[in-house]
Each structure stands twice: as C-alpha cells, then as structure tokens.
C-alpha cells in the first residue's frame, strides 16, 4: 500500500506528533508498505531526504515567507486555510506518489482538501487536538477547559493571536472545518475525550479512537552518562511544556509543603513566569535530547502529569509507564485512558493541590507500592506500543478502500 503522511512538522523538528508520525511511517515501512512525508520547509532543512524508508518531502509554503509572523525560526506554522504553495508542492508530491491513502495530522490537511476529489486517494485524519472544532486547537477558554465553540471563539482566538491574525483565524477554521467533515473518510481521535470535544461522537461522522503510541523498544536506550543533566540520584520527574495549562503551578504548590521530601525535576520549555521564588529542590531542565530524557525517566521514582486542560494524549506518560514508572495524574482529558487508577499509578481531580500533595506523599513513603505500579505500567504500556496500534491503522486503511475493493495496490 502507498501511503502519503501530512504533518506540519518533521524531525529533526521534535515534538510529540512529530514523533508519531516518523513512528507510525517507520513502521509502516518494516509492514511492506510504501511511505512518503509531506511536510513544511523550514530553513537549514533538505527538500527532499529519506528516513529508514521513508521518503521524506519538504514543501514551501506561502504563509512561511512572512517571516514577521513568526516568533519561531525553526516553527513556522501552516495556516488554517489552503496555502496555494503548499497545495501545489503537495499535488507534485501527490503526482510522484501515487498514494493509495493519505493520513494526515494537523492543519496540513487543509492544503490537501482542494486535491482531495482528484486525488484518488481515501483521506485519514487523526486529531491529536481539537483543532476540529477550536481555533487554539486547544479547547481552552480564560484558563479553564472550554465548553465548546461559540461566538465566544472570536475574542478568545483574537486573545490568543492579536486581532489582526485571530478572527481570520477562527472563520477560517470553521470554514474548513465544514469541508473536512465531508471530505474526510475516517477521523481518528487520540482519545475519547478528542472525540466527545470535537463533537464526532455525537455525529453520524466517522470515526475511530486510536490512541498515540510509542516504539516497541521505547524502554531500550542508548548507553550514555547515567546522569548527563545533573539531575539528583531519585527525584519526582515531570516533562512536557512547564505551562499553565499543564498544572505546572499546581505541582510546585503541592510540592511547597510536602512531607516526605523528594527533589523535583521539570524538563520542558518555560512558558509561564514565576511570581515568586521556586522552591527549594526542584530544578529546572530547558530540554534534552530524547534519550536522556528518557534515561531521566529510568532514573525517578515517580512521573508527573498534573495537566488543568483536557490533554488529549501526552505521550510522555506512555514513556514513563515503559521505564516501569508510576504516574500521578488529572483525571481529565486522554489521562484517564492512560492511567489506570490504583494500578498503574494514581488519578486526581485537576487543580487539586491537597490531592496532589498526599498522592506524592503517598507514594514516595511506600517503595512496595510504586514497585507494583511501576511494573504494572511497564505492562500496561504494551497496549500503547507500536506493535499493538499500528495494525489497528492499518485495519482503518483497508476500511477505508474497501468501496474501491477493485483498485489495484500494487
């Protein structure tokens, strides 16, 4: 089968639906299957490379032009409407291809549409947000969860991105929202609470919850400096933007007055300010290299996802859970599919600092408990692995061409 992914970014660009997709296509490829990336051109970056068997295609974009429009160099994102460069960089790709199906996985998708019903090929998307339904493709509304779309969205988006950039924003994505309902052949949400915010489980549309995943061998990793970041011997870890809406003020509140202590590390990149001083024992890591990130899993005792907003499906969490580590999480969002309560780690209500506080407490006191939760998580994970998710897309592929039985996939 010749498949065409479309992903805003790319690696060496790193994030986690970027890992998912050079996961995903990976895999795909060891499965037989022909696999080729449309993604945006960023500056310093090949137009064209392959990545173990993936074909790797960097096409330019109009809007990427604009530099002023951009805090980050190196993140020039697509805009919620078809760009007309990347929709003629994309139909050259297409051409070259000849995908069977294309699966794409953010607001690249909206350059395809146009191509769609020439295409020939079915079209897959997979919401790792709710960018379906939310300009800020977050569902988040005066820092709390957001009850859905409404007139509200033009002051929020133009809160979000400046007037100017916000209300074409949001008419934009309504617009093409419309049409990604009629022309989308198979939505899949990353979870359960992607599908009910989006709204496709009260449609007709279809759909199908297939969460992300990780590497088969995500808990193996590369031998390197047992401690690289300078990190403490045992700490309590938390990755993943340090964000408001990440919980991030929750967890050094909790933490101010804990009993038992244990140092805190966070590593991600600062989006709020502090108001005051950090407290004491917790450090701070901008970002490290996937492996050591990983190795800072192996070496805490305890994962961290205090998240306020409803998280669709942080990865991190799987990476935690294959590293044996229990985690302490919201009981919002895609966490609760991740977490199993009790088992594999504990669920709090979000925003709950005293909840919080006692489920650290809790587990730093007990090394038989996080023993038990740390080995049903490493098996757990196995659920969320690449092994277990990949032939459930594949199985949505066949779905998908079964009108078109008749078609030849050679």
């Keep these: 089968m010749r498949i065409l992914m479309l992903t805003e970014f790319y690696p060496p660009i790193i994030g986690g639906i970027e890992q998912h997709v050079r996961t995903l296509s990976r895999a795909l490829v060891a499965r037989g299957h022909q696999v080729a990336v449309a993604t945006v051109w960023q500056e310093g970056l090949a137009e064209f490379e392959e990545d173990a068997g993936v074909r790797v295609y960097r096409v330019r974009g109009t809007l990427q032009r604009a530099k002023f429009l951009f805090t980050e160099k190196t993140r020039r994102h697509v805009p919620p409407l078809?760009?007309?460069?990347?929709?003629?960089g994309i139909r050259q790709v297409q051409a070259r291809e000849r995908p069977h199906i294309v699966h794409a996985h953010n607001w690249m998708v909206h350059s395809f549409l146009p191509l769609k019903m020439t295409s020939g090929a079915r079209l897959v998307l997979t919401l790792h947000d709710y960018s379906l339904v939310c300009a800020k493709q977050r569902l988040w509304h005066n820092e709390a969860v957001c009850d859905g779309p409404g007139v509200k969205c033009l002051a929020c988006s133009a809160a979000h991105y400046g007037a100017p950039r916000g209300i074409p924003t949001v008419v934009a994505n309504w617009t093409m929202s419309i049409a990604e309902r009629k022309l989308v052949d198979m939505f899949l949400p990353v979870s359960q609470a992607v599908a009910h915010g989006t709204g496709l489980s009260d449609s007709s549309l279809p759909y199908q919850v297939i969460p992300n995943f990780v590497p088969d061998d995500v808990g193996v990793i590369s031998d390197g400096e047992k401690n690289a970041a300078q990190l403490p011997d045992e700490y309590l870890l938390f990755v993943g933007d340090i964000s408001v809406d990440k919980g991030v003020h929750v967890l050094?509140?909790?933490?101010?007055?804990?009993?038992?202590?244990?140092?805190l590390v966070l590593i991600g990149r600062q989006k709020i300010a502090w108001t005051r001083a950090l407290p004491q024992n917790v450090t701070i890591v901008p970002g490290l290299p996937h492996d050591a990130v990983m190795r800072a899993w192996r070496n805490s005792i305890i994962g961290l996802a205090p998240s306020i907003w409803s998280d669709p499906c942080p990865t991190v969490v799987m990476e935690a859970m294959a590293m044996g580590r229990p985690v302490i999480a919201s009981r919002i969002g895609g966490l609760t599919d991740l977490v199993a309560d009790g088992e594999t780690g504990v669920l709090v209500p979000p925003g709950d600092v005293n909840a919080l506080r006692a489920a650290m407490a809790r587990l730093i006191s007990d090394a038989d408990l996080r023993a038990r939760m740390g080995q049903a998580a490493r098996a757990r994970v196995v659920a969320f692995q690449s092994q277990s998710v990949v032939p459930r897309?594949?199985?949505v592929y066949q779905r998908v061409l079964t009108p078109r039985a008749a078609r030849s996939l050679q």
């Design 252 to 263: 050094l509140q909790a933490y101010e007055n804990l009993s038992p202590t244990m140092p």
């Design 82 to 88: 078809p760009d007309p460069e990347l929709v003629a």
């Design 393 to 395: 897309i594949e199985q």
